[in-house]
C-alpha cells in the first residue's frame, strides 16, 4: 500500500514461511518484512482481509508459493523494493478464540503508527503517523474490497447468530464489529467511503473484482460484486482477476491468472513514485515553512 523506489539482497538465504503460517496473530508482529534489498527505494505493504492471515493470505494452497516474500515471484519482479505484511486481529467468528473488537478505524490507526515507528529512522523523521502515510502513499490496490458493502456479510452475521445459538458462549466468540461494517448498505461503510473518495486523486487506485463465483455450499454467487469491488470512478483503473475470492490473492505460478497484470502495475507504480513521493514531501515542507512563518507573524502583531 505505501509505496517509495537495487541491489542486493540484505536480508537473507531463501525465506522458509512454514513456521509462520501456523502463528496465531498474537505470536505475529504487526509489520513482518518479507523480502528486503540493502537500500529499498519502495516499500508494499500487504493487508490481508477478514478472516486473513499476514503469510496464509497470500500464499497458493496448491503449491505453497507465497508471491510476496518467494525469490521467484514479486521479489524477481521489483529487485528494489521492501515488501511487508500487516497483521491484524481480522476473525469474525472464533471458536475457542476471540474476534477482533476494533474497528476498521481503529486497526488504521494503529497500522499507521507502526508505519511511523518503522520509518523513525528515515528521512520522515518525526512526522506525524497520518501525515506520513498521506504524503508518503503513491498507489493502492484494492482485491475484492467490498466499497459498497456485501451481501455475504449479510450471510456471516448469519452464520454468527447460528453458531453462537448452538455453542455455549465460553468456547465461541462471534461479536465482531468489523462484519457488521460490512453489510449491504453498511452506513459506517459508506462513511468510510464518503471521506476517502474526495482524497483518492492524490493517489493511484486499482480496482480488482472476483471473476469467478464461490461455492457457497447452496449455490454459487460472488462474495462480492463487480460494482462494489470495482467501482466506476473518475482516474482509477479497473480489471478482473479469474479466481474466486479467496484466491484472488493467491497466485500458484507467475503465469497464474492475475499475477501478470498485478506484478506490471506493482512495477509501473514502484518506478514512479520516487521522484512523486519526493515533490511531496518538499511541498509538505515548504507548506509547514509558511504556517510557521503565520503563526510568527501573528505572534508579533
Same mark, same amino acid.
Given at each position: 500500500?505505501?509505496?517509495?523506489?537495487?541491489?542486493?539482497?540484505?536480508?537473507?538465504?531463501?525465506?522458509?514461511?512454514?513456521?509462520?503460517?501456523?502463528?496465531?496473530?498474537?505470536? #505475529?508482529?504487526?509489520?513482518?518484512?518479507?523480502?528486503?534489498?540493502?537500500?529499498?527505494?519502495?516499500?508494499?505493504?500487504?493487508?490481508?482481509?477478514?478472516?486473513?492471515?499476514?503469510?496464509?493470505?497470500?500464499?497458493?494452497?496448491? #503449491?505453497?508459493?507465497?508471491?510476496?516474500?518467494?525469490?521467484?515471484?514479486?521479489?524477481?519482479?521489483?529487485?528494489?523494493?521492501? +515488501?511487508?505484511?500487516?497483521?491484524?486481529?481480522?476473525?469474525?467468528?472464533?471458536?475457542?478464540?476471540?474476534?477482533?473488537?476494533?474497528?476498521?478505524?481503529?486497526?488504521?490507526? #494503529?497500522?499507521?503508527?507502526?508505519?511511523?515507528?518503522?520509518?523513525?529512522?528515515?528521512?520522515?523523521?518525526?512526522?506525524?503517523?497520518?501525515?506520513?502515510?498521506?504524503?508518503?502513499?503513491?498507489?493502492?490496490?484494492?482485491?475484492?474490497?467490498?466499497?459498497?458493502?456485501?451481501?455475504?456479510?449479510?450471510?456471516?452475521?448469519?452464520?454468527?447468530?447460528?453458531?453462537?445459538?448452538?455453542?455455549?458462549?465460553?468456547?465461541?466468540? #462471534?461479536?465482531?464489529?468489523?462484519?457488521?461494517?460490512?453489510?449491504?448498505?453498511?452506513?459506517?461503510?459508506?462513511?468510510?467511503?464518503?471521506?476517502?473518495?474526495?482524497?483518492?486523486?492524490?493517489?493511484?487506485?486499482?480496482?480488482?473484482?472476483?471473476?469467478?463465483?464461490?461455492?457457497?455450499?447452496?449455490?454459487?454467487?460472488?462474495?462480492?460484486?463487480?460494482?462494489?469491488?470495482?467501482?466506476?470512478?473518475?482516474?482509477?483503473?479497473?480489471?478482473?482477476?479469474?479466481?474466486?475470492?479467496?484466491?484472488?490473492?493467491?497466485?500458484?505460478?507467475?503465469?497464474?491468472?492475475?499475477?501478470?497484470?498485478?506484478?506490471?502495475?506493482?512495477?509501473?507504480?514502484?518506478?514512479?513514485?520516487?521522484?512523486?513521493?519526493?515533490?511531496?514531501?518538499?511541498?509538505?515542507?515548504?507548506?509547514?515553512? +509558511?504556517?510557521?512563518?503565520?503563526?510568527?507573524?501573528?505572534?508579533?502583531?
Amino acid at each position: 500500500m505505501v509505496f517509495k523506489k537495487i541491489l542486493t539482497l540484505c536480508c537473507f538465504k531463501e525465506p522458509k514461511w512454514d513456521n509462520m503460517l501456523d502463528m496465531g496473530v498474537e505470536d #505475529t508482529a504487526a509489520l513482518t518484512t518479507v523480502y528486503c534489498v540493502e537500500k529499498p527505494t519502495v516499500d508494499i505493504v500487504a493487508i490481508h482481509g477478514l478472516n486473513g492471515h499476514a503469510i496464509k493470505s497470500f500464499t497458493a494452497e496448491k #503449491t505453497q508459493n507465497f508471491w510476496l516474500g518467494d525469490s521467484h515471484m514479486l521479489p524477481r519482479d521489483i529487485r528494489s523494493s521492501r +515488501i511487508m505484511t500487516f497483521s491484524y486481529p481480522a476473525s469474525v467468528a472464533d471458536v475457542f478464540g476471540r474476534t477482533s473488537s476494533d474497528t476498521f478505524l481503529q486497526h488504521a490507526t #494503529t497500522l499507521a503508527h507502526e508505519l511511523a515507528a518503522d520509518r523513525s529512522k528515515g528521512k520522515e523523521d518525526g512526522a506525524r503517523p497520518r501525515s506520513l502515510c498521506y504524503v508518503s502513499t503513491h498507489a493502492m490496490l484494492f482485491f475484492g474490497t467490498p466499497h459498497n458493502g456485501s451481501r455475504r456479510a449479510n450471510l456471516a452475521s448469519y452464520a454468527q447468530r447460528m453458531v453462537s445459538s448452538l455453542l455455549p458462549s465460553k468456547i465461541v466468540d #462471534t461479536d465482531s464489529r468489523l462484519i457488521n461494517a460490512l453489510k449491504d448498505g453498511s452506513e459506517i461503510l459508506q462513511e468510510i467511503t464518503d471521506n476517502f473518495q474526495p482524497k483518492m486523486k492524490r493517489f493511484n487506485i486499482f480496482f480488482f473484482w472476483e471473476q469467478v463465483k464461490t461455492d457457497l455450499g447452496a449455490k454459487y454467487d460472488y462474495f462480492v460484486t463487480e460494482t462494489s469491488a470495482a467501482p466506476i470512478l473518475d482516474d482509477t483503473e479497473r480489471a478482473g482477476i479469474r479466481a474466486e475470492h479467496r484466491h484472488m490473492c493467491k497466485f500458484a505460478y507467475r503465469n497464474s491468472p492475475g499475477y501478470p497484470l498485478v506484478a506490471a502495475t506493482l512495477i509501473r507504480y514502484s518506478e514512479e513514485a520516487p521522484k512523486a513521493i519526493a515533490r511531496r514531501w518538499s511541498e509538505a515542507a515548504e507548506f509547514i515553512k +509558511i504556517m510557521r512563518k503565520g503563526e510568527v507573524d501573528d505572534l508579533v502583531l
